[in-house]
């Protein structure tokens, strides 16, 4: 863990960069399209996509230019997962996608030097695609990701009275996402989430009465399982703010608000299963007073991409305060 001397400290935040690198972008924007086997579903991926979500997902590493460009002076840095666009699927085990994860860390390592925190997001380790099925999460791009690309599963922070945690959703959540899990290698995986969760565990114990915690978690759906750690819920009036990602925009981050607690829906697939699961605890996210920190480039039908500032007094006097800086398209 790394100490920061007093004084008020800036801290800057961007999500979800999603950057591609030449062999992502050589792959075509209709990658995700071509893994659709039923035809029915095409035109309906291509609507979505071109209204909803982003247009041209292969385009958005502008985006990370003009952050780069344009933040003022910080004392340091959290990228809150996903960096990669990951379009074969299987996180940065995929060469193409481990270049795009690498070109993206090297530039905000190139910028801020050891001042960068680095949390994991799901795309670094692989997932199904929404319509096609396809892809999963692999031990190999966990391997990549921490050996190859230096993430850290957790890491820590101290300003101060305040603390901020970085924790990894896609091990805590894995229990929700174990049909993304090839069955031969579901064994290897639980050891590394136990490890991780022990981690956890000790950090909160470790809390000190007067100390706040910043936790920055990509998923969400990692929050309810980290509420049923006693160590975790014990120390949650300590939590000030959680920063997540993975929402990609504040509509969907209120939309879980509306549909929170609905039941779980198993019979209309898997992400429907896995989304309404999610939702069906996304009661538990509320007490860690969430805060998202949107796509760098937002979605396709609202442009609301940015970035956070924050601004930290190392004597708990204030709370920590938020700054959102929009950087539309």
Request: aromatic fraction near 10%.
């Amino acid at each position: 863990m790394e100490t920061r001397a007093q004084g008020d400290a800036t801290i800057a935040i961007l999500s979800d960069i999603h950057y591609a690198g030449p062999a992502e972008r050589a792959r075509g924007e209709d990658y995700e399209f071509r893994a659709i086997a039923n035809p029915l579903l095409r035109p309906v991926a291509r609507a979505y996509r071109h209204l909803i979500w982003m247009r041209h997902p292969l385009d958005q590493g502008r985006q990370l230019d003009r952050f780069l460009a344009g933040i003022g002076p910080v004392d340091y840095v959290v990228a809150n997962g996903d960096y990669p666009c990951d379009t074969a699927f299987v996180g940065v085990s995929d060469p193409g996608s481990f270049q795009s994860a690498q070109e993206c860390l090297g530039k905000l390592r190139a910028k801020f030097g050891d001042r960068v925190r680095f949390t994991f997001g799901d795309h670094e380790l692989g997932k199904l695609t929404l319509f096609g099925g396809k892809g999963g999460t692999r031990l190999a791009s966990w391997h990549c990701a921490t050996q190859q690309l230096g993430l850290q599963p957790f890491w820590k922070l101290a300003i101060g009275r305040y603390l901020l945690l970085g924790v990894a959703s896609p091990l805590i959540a894995l229990p929700a996402n174990q049909a993304d899990v090839p069955p031969e290698e579901w064994p290897e995986w639980q050891p590394l989430r136990e490890a991780h969760l022990v981690e956890i565990r000790a950090a909160f114990d470790a809390l000190q009465p007067d100390q706040r915690v910043l936790l920055f978690c990509h998923d969400p759906t990692a929050l309810p399982f980290l509420w049923r750690e006693e160590a975790v819920r014990r120390r949650l009036l300590q939590v000030e703010q959680t920063i997540i990602g993975h929402l990609h925009t504040r509509l969907i981050l209120w939309k879980s608000r509306v549909l929170s607690g609905i039941p779980p829906i198993r019979f209309l697939g898997r992400n429907v299963s896995r989304f309404s699961s999610a939702l069906h605890e996304a009661h538990r996210w509320w007490p860690f007073r969430v805060r998202l920190c949107p796509a760098l480039s937002g979605t396709e039908l609202l442009n609301d991409g940015g970035y956070y500032t924050v601004k930290i007094d190392p004597m708990a006097n204030q709370p920590a305060r938020f700054t959102f800086h929009p950087l539309p398209r």
